[in-house]
């Protein structure tokens, strides 16, 4: 079974073609500045890379490009488009319409397009738009919606209620949804196979940093609680969004600097988290150099993210009532060994031992044990797979 993965953002499209038997990626590649000048489509297969400089006005030109790669006589996989037993696309946000990946239907069509934009209103449009492209290119093939969010829905309420009336969750559905959640089920789950245990034995506290960063508390193969909310801009800092503040805060700011509430939000999304606090940059690379070079506002946003990291573990190890693993993952989490050494430091009390040099190997992309031979709580980093999260619950679909 082949199954082609899609995800799709406003002028971008990324896509993966897997075989499901031995779940290999066969073809990989993306599509940018759909719709503004200079769009081009960078594909891979068959060990080779191809650059088409082509005009992508929309969503739709853009997939019949993708498939045009797939077929291409040089890097194509394909024979025929026939080959692709159905299509999985990630959408960010299901409020409390989608519990599990979907297959598309009409009637699924209006609820994602009617009901779901105002929760994610900067990736579900996108989502949708790809959706329909692909409808439109492949007529007939199963077209099956795979959300974020999903792995977050077994959280129970006194997890994802906030403390507003009650009445007013039930009317707009106010409350935490989460995001990453086909990453944290994706390095949960091979936590558990790594460590060879079943995920129900298992209370795994996931650490997904990235330019987003949350984190997860999974108890017994379960999410029970993660530090995203509402939207994606809750929980700790990050690259440029704030995380947690209080919300007598952002009122104040938005007086005192003159802003909108869509401003306001708009500033809270994109001029905040590390590269606010440094005035350096977004990228963990350049935060980590600063500091290096003496600059105290790095120190301080590297300081910042880690304090708020671990107290997130500490949090989700009292909320599940003890701790076996630590995950770490994403761009950060895979990468920057400073953030991994100040998140764990400190935690012996839990039963962390952390092995500072294994936390200074190179990352050579395969699952690498942080903690030491004694430790009660092993320390992980997994390599995350989205897209293969994803292929995986379109083909149990069908
Ligand atoms: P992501 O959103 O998962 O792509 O993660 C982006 C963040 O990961 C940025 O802050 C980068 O600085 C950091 N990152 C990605 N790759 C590396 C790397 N090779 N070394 C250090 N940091 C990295």
Redesign the pocket.
């Known amino acids: 079974m082949k199954i082609l993965v899609i995800n799709a953002g406003s002028s971008s499209l990324k896509y993966q073609l897997f075989d499901m038997e031995t779940e290999k990626v066969l073809a990989k590649g993306g599509c940018e500045r759909i719709g503004i000048s200079g769009s081009l489509l960078k594909a891979k297969g068959n060990g080779a890379e191809k650059v088409y400089e082509q005009d992508m006005p929309n969503h739709k030109i853009a997939i019949k490009l993708v498939l045009d790669a797939l077929l291409d006589g040089e890097i194509g996989v394909i024979k025929s488009m026939t080959e692709i037993d159905a299509v999985g696309h990630r959408v960010v946000a299901s409020g409390e319409y989608f519990k599990k990946a979907t297959l598309v239907t009409p009637d699924v069509m209006k609820t994602l397009e009617e009901k779901t934009f105002e929760l994610g209103p900067l990736h579900n449009p996108a989502a949708a738009t790809g959706v329909r492209a692909c409808m439109e290119v492949m007529p007939g093939k199963p077209m099956v919606l795979v959300f974020d969010s999903s792995f977050h829905s077994t959280m129970p309420p006194k997890a994802f209620l906030y403390g507003i009336d009650y009445d007013d969750y039930k009317k707009y559905s106010v409350r935490k949804y989460g995001a990453h959640g086909t990453s944290h089920k994706y390095v949960s789950q091979e936590a558990a196979k790594f460590l060879g245990k079943k995920a129900e034995e298992l209370k795994i506290v996931t650490c997904h940093l ?3 960063s949350s984190i997860t508390a999974v108890d017994g193969g379960k999410c029970i609680d993660t530090s995203m909310g509402f939207t994606p801009l809750a929980g700790v800092l990050m ?1 440029t969004r704030s995380g947690d503040i209080d919300a007598s805060a952002v009122e104040f700011l938005a007086r005192k600097k003159g802003m909108s509430h869509a401003d306001t939000v708009t500033y809270l999304n994109k001029k905040c988290g590390v590269a606010g606090v440094s005035g350096v940059s ?4 350049d935060l980590c150099a600063g500091a290096e070079a003496g600059n105290e506002r790095c120190s301080l946003a590297l300081d910042m993210f880690a304090y708020q990291t671990k107290k997130f573990v500490g949090a989700y190890a009292a909320a599940m009532g003890g701790l076996d693993c630590i995950v770490f993952t ?3 989490g895979e ?2 060994p400073t953030v991994r050494a100040d998140v764990c430091h400190g935690l012996e009390f839990l039963g962390v031992r952390f092995d500072d040099k294994a936390n200074e190997a190179k990352n050579d992309g395969s699952i690498r044990v942080l903690s030491t031979k004694d430790s009660k709580v092993a320390v992980l980093v997994i390599p995350t797979n989205e897209e293969l999260v994803i292929a995986r619950e379109t083909a149990e679909l069908l």
């Open positions: 990235g330019n987003g690259g977004s990228d963990f690379r994403a761009g950060i990468n920057t």
